[in-house]
């Protein structure tokens, strides 16, 4: 049985096709209990002291964390951050692009030793929504951090989708860092926010 976080990266690629409610405040998607950091803002910033990093938020994307919080269990997963390039329901004929910041307690999944074992649910999920590997699980450090990456690709309606997963695995937790384009390009801008032990600017 997939585990939840797994399930939440389903939840964005599922927002590709169905619009979602609307997006509430930053301050409000905070509020929810759990034993994990949800971390904070400051300006277009997001940072998380407890997991040791911080996110660029591209210039004009929306924050709907709250909108993907609903269903998580505090303690077991949550929806750290998750931003799309324009509002639910927008028209668009371009792919919406998206970061999705997710972490579930590694009890949630038997036997998983690395981040590696991680990839087994998330290709099985991600080739069923479509998607072709384009990468099998590789090594790629941010900032020197240990972090697997895989890479997926999926064509159709005059539109090609790129999703990267980059997975770690921190405080008794599995954290994935889910980037959503158009093409690699797109995607390689949208990780290229992502920081390890630096505070990246708000400017």
Do not use: C
Not at 176 to 185: A, C, K
Request: charged residues 20%; aromatic residues 8%; without cysteine.
């Amino acid at each position: 049985m997939l585990a939840g976080i797994v399930l939440l990266t389903a939840i964005a690629l599922g927002a590709q096709e169905t619009p979602q409610a609307s997006p509430s405040s930053r301050e409000t998607s905070r509020t929810k209990a759990s034993t994990l950091d949800p971390g904070t803002f400051t300006g277009n910033v997001y940072r998380n002291p407890t997991l040791g990093f911080s996110y660029k938020i591209p210039y004009g994307f929306v924050d709907r964390t709250q909108d993907m919080q609903e269903g998580s269990e505090a303690g077991k997963s949550q929806v750290l951050l998750s931003t799309f390039e324009r509002p639910p329901g927008a028209p668009g004929n371009t792919v919406d692009s998206a970061v999705v910041i997710a972490a579930e307690s590694v009890t949630s999944y038997t036997g998983l030793k690395n981040a590696a074992d991680y990839f087994g649910p998330l290709t099985e999920l991600t080739t069923s929504k479509g998607f072709k590997v384009l990468n099998q699980p590789y090594e790629f450090p941010v900032d020197a951090k240990p972090i697997v990456r895989a890479d997926y690709i999926k064509k159709g309606d005059g539109l090609t989708m790129q999703q990267s997963s980059l997975v770690m695995v921190a405080k008794g937790y599995v954290i994935s860092f889910t980037f959503i384009g158009g093409n690699e390009d797109e995607v390689t801008e949208l990780i290229e926010g992502l920081t390890f032990g630096v505070k990246k600017s708000a400017h």
